[in-house]
């Protein structure tokens, strides 16, 4: 049976496993604020324009 990798090999996909960790620990909060904003702001705007996509007028 062959073992897993070792030297450099192993510290590249270490370093990867913990790029990619810190991509979803820094990218989740992101999104999240970035769809909340979205939502805020065009839940905001259907209020002060008089209704939703439903009750524009064309």
Same mark, same amino acid.
């Given at each position: 049976? *062959? ?12 370093? *990867? ?6 991509a979803?620990?820094l990218?989740?909060p992101?999104?999240?604020? $970035? ?5 805020? $702001? ?5 209020? *002060? ?10």
């Open positions: 049976m *062959r073992a897993g990798p070792t030297g450099p090999s192993k510290a590249v996909l270490v370093a *990867r496993e913990w790029v990619d960790e810190t979803w620990l990218g989740a992101l999104a999240t604020a $970035a769809v909340v904003s979205a939502w805020w $702001a065009g839940a905001h705007m259907d209020r *002060r324009h008089g209704g939703g996509a439903c009750s524009r007028r064309r």
